[in-house]
């Protein structure tokens, strides 16, 4: 049987750490070739882990960063006494930069490769985008990639990670606009000392610019700029807690009784796990509401004392938005669906928080003034060589722009478009109507946040690990 993987990033390393591990599974079993198809230079890395400057870190303790699923201590393995170098004081957790996780994953890959070799499954690398997919008579799937070359596969996974970041202003080809900021090593070559620099965005992608800019200790204001204001939550210190009652299985089990799972049921076993720990639901509710109207600045401050804050109940969401969530989505129907994405801000806020050795750098910078936050942002246009704001407060103006926007989840990349419009013309493939691509045809798969009907929270690397592990037992079972 051959194989074929689309893309070459965290997802596809995920998807061969776990086609090696299969290896002795019952259910699995035979032999065959893997070629994964990836064009740029930076082989396993992806977009957010190629080289950069060392001050962009990686948002997340090692626990939820390891490529192997249900290892959580992967990561932290590989580490080592590494990890001692980049121990966040506030979380007590090893944070290393972006580029050095870029370097695990090129490590997880190529062990993976070794020993998917050693079981009579070499793998190739073909360093070119795949630009269409048909159907051949017979089971063979063909692929065409944009050098001309055909390659033929009997079972198809797409790994391509997630969207271009959107250019909602339409500011694309202007001088002084940078439309994706990674790596942000060039885009920081882009910029003249004293600049007044404009952020679009506040989620995690704009903290990494600010944090990055205060490292090269930039003199110029910044700004983020937002619609919303809303800044990320800030992790809290790892506790080692792991929910009970919040689980896959109490999911599947409430579903599997009645026959339906509703945004109730959730909640409710949201109150069983706080009141477990003796702590109040409504308490949580109280502050998570306030996550839109409350003072960003004033929030942040608070956020960064209670880093060891004992209460659970920020720390019960942030991981199982990302191990239940995806599950459970599924199974809500769509009024429930439609309930959560009115709280599409404050939901990504507390799933994707930042690290507090940034979240003290923003203080800083908010604090001295250099920075700051602009909500209500409604347009932003080039007028005679800067960039004209108009948002809750007026104007304001700014010589350099960046965009921060993120993606939103089950975005195709722009590269990768008339691939997915091949795939669906062939019948192999449909587009979810909220976004992503559902397979139509057992021989295709997806891992990654391109995987059709998930929410709207951008999928976390243990998200993408748990679901390459499902995928690989798929692949290799005849």
């Not at 490529?67 to 290393?96: E, M, N, S």
């Not at 199982?320 to 009115?342: K, M, N, Q, S």
Request: charged share 20%; aromatic share 4%; proline share 7%.
């Amino acid at each position: 049987m051959d194989i074929a993987i689309i893309g070459g990033g965290a997802a596809a390393v995920g998807l061969l750490d776990a086609l090696a591990a299969t290896e002795g599974n019952a259910a699995v079993g035979g032999t065959g070739t893997i070629t994964v198809f990836e064009p740029s230079p930076h082989l396993w890395r992806g977009r957010p882990y190629g080289p950069d400057l060392d001050a962009v870190l990686v948002n997340t303790p090692p626990a939820l960063m390891s490529v192997r699923g249900g290892d959580f201590g992967h990561f932290a393995a590989w580490l080592g006494k590494r990890g001692a170098d980049h121990i966040d004081p506030l979380l007590g957790q090893p944070l290393v930069p972006r580029s050095l996780y870029g370097q695990y994953l090129v490590h997880s890959a190529e062990k993976a490769v070794a020993a998917l070799g050693e079981q009579g499954w070499p793998v190739r690398v073909v360093a070119a985008r795949v630009t269409d997919a048909v159907v051949r008579s017979g089971t063979r799937l063909v692929l065409h990639t944009d050098d001309g070359q055909e390659y033929e596969a009997d079972r198809v996974a797409l790994c391509m990670g997630g969207g271009t970041p959107p250019d909602l202003y339409g500011l694309t080809g202007e001088a002084g606009f940078t439309a994706d900021p990674y790596p942000i090593a060039d885009t920081l070559d882009h910029m003249a000392a004293g600049d007044d620099v404009a952020v679009i965005g506040s989620g995690l992608t704009a903290v990494d610019v600010v944090v990055a800019l205060a490292a090269h200790r930039y003199p110029g204001r910044i700004t983020l700029l937002s619609r919303s204001g809303v800044l990320p939550h800030v992790w809290q210190r790892p506790d080692g807690r792991r929910p009970t009652h919040v689980t896959v299985e109490r999911v599947a089990a409430l579903h599997s009784t009645r026959g339906h799972l509703a945004l109730d049921d959730l909640v409710g076993l949201l109150r069983e796990e706080l009141a477990a720990a003796g702590e109040d639901f409504g308490e949580l509710a109280a502050r998570l509401r306030g996550t839109r109207t409350d003072n960003p600045v004033r929030r942040l401050r608070q956020q960064i004392a209670a880093v060891d804050d004992p209460r659970i109940g920020r720390r019960v969401l942030q991981e199982t938005a990302h191990t239940v969530g995806p599950y459970a989505w599924r199974l809500l129907r769509e009024p429930d669906r439609a309930r959560l994405r009115c709280h599409l801000r404050t939901a990504t806020s507390v799933a994707s928080p930042m690290v507090p050795v940034n979240a003290s750098v923003l203080m800083r910078l908010l604090d001295s003034g250099q920075l700051t936050v602009s909500s209500g942002v409604d347009a932003i246009e080039p007028v005679n060589g800067r960039f004209r704001v108009r948002d809750a407060d007026g104007q304001r103006t700014a010589h350099v722009v960046v965009n921060a926007v993120n993606p939103p989840a089950q975005a195709a990349p722009g590269m990768a478009r008339h691939l997915v419009r091949s795939l669906t013309g062939a019948g192999l493939a449909t587009i979810h109507p909220s976004g992503g691509v559902v397979p139509a045809d057992p021989r295709v798969h997806v891992v990654g946040d391109l995987a059709g009907g998930g929410s709207f929270i951008t999928s976390s690397i243990a998200g993408v690990a748990a679901q390459a592990s499902r995928t690989a037992v798929a692949l290799r079972t005849p």
